[in-house]
């Protein structure tokens, strides 16, 4: 049998749990997609948080499960989140909180990075700057791997990861939607490619 390991199950999302734009569409049958996953060979699988509410459900979800663990991160269109709860340190001081605590659960940092193909949600200047933030303060100081989105922003996001040293933790660019030869520069960094079905 073949093992797989899904580093981005987006299991908070309700519809696992049969809620579909906020009407329920059938019975939860959110043990039973597990069933499957882990049926079909699936060892592990990273529940991907990319805001407060998602950490929250994630840990959660991840807690008496020996196979399912989370990221901690602010994705890239909920950037203003740094904002809106309070101040951007504050925020950032939650997050660390969270992955010291959760040490045992957290697998990475993310999902951050940058997203320009949805700028309605987060303006490229916040995504940039809170980018920035997470990768100098969480993954320099905590010494995390990462989960990385790329959306059409190959040579900003590979200038900031270059030059904010982070490569040598490791960790994955998600989204990628490039060439190959732009992805042999993201992995002569060090990273893997993740690539997703909707991009």
Do not use: W
Request: glycine fraction near 8%; charged fraction near 20%; hydrophobic fraction near 35%.
């Amino acid at each position: 049998m073949r093992r797989f390991v899904d580093i981005g199950a987006n299991l908070t999302d309700p519809v696992f749990r049969g809620i579909y734009r906020g009407k329920t569409v059938h019975q939860d049958d959110f043990n039973c997609v597990l069933d499957r996953a882990f049926n079909i060979g699936m060892q592990k699988i990273i529940v991907t948080a990319g805001c407060k509410n998602d950490i929250i459900d994630a840990l959660e979800l991840v807690r008496n499960n020996c196979n399912l663990f989370t990221t901690v991160g602010v994705h890239p269109t909920r950037c203003n989140e740094f904002d809106t709860l309070g101040d951007p340190e504050t925020h950032l001081d939650y997050l660390k909180s969270v992955i010291m605590k959760n040490m045992n659960k957290v697998v990475a940092i993310g999902e951050l990075g940058l997203d320009y193909d949805r700028t309605q949600f987060c303006s490229i200047e916040s995504q940039k700057k809170y980018f920035e933030l997470q990768l100098k303060t969480c993954i320099r100081k905590l010494s995390y791997h990462y989960f990385c989105i790329h959306e059409i922003v190959h040579q900003t996001l590979l200038k900031l990861l270059a030059d904010g040293g982070t490569s040598c933790f490791g960790g994955v660019v998600h989204s990628f939607t490039g060439s190959a030869e732009e992805a042999r520069q993201y992995t002569d960094l060090g990273f893997y490619i993740g690539i997703n079905g909707c991009s």
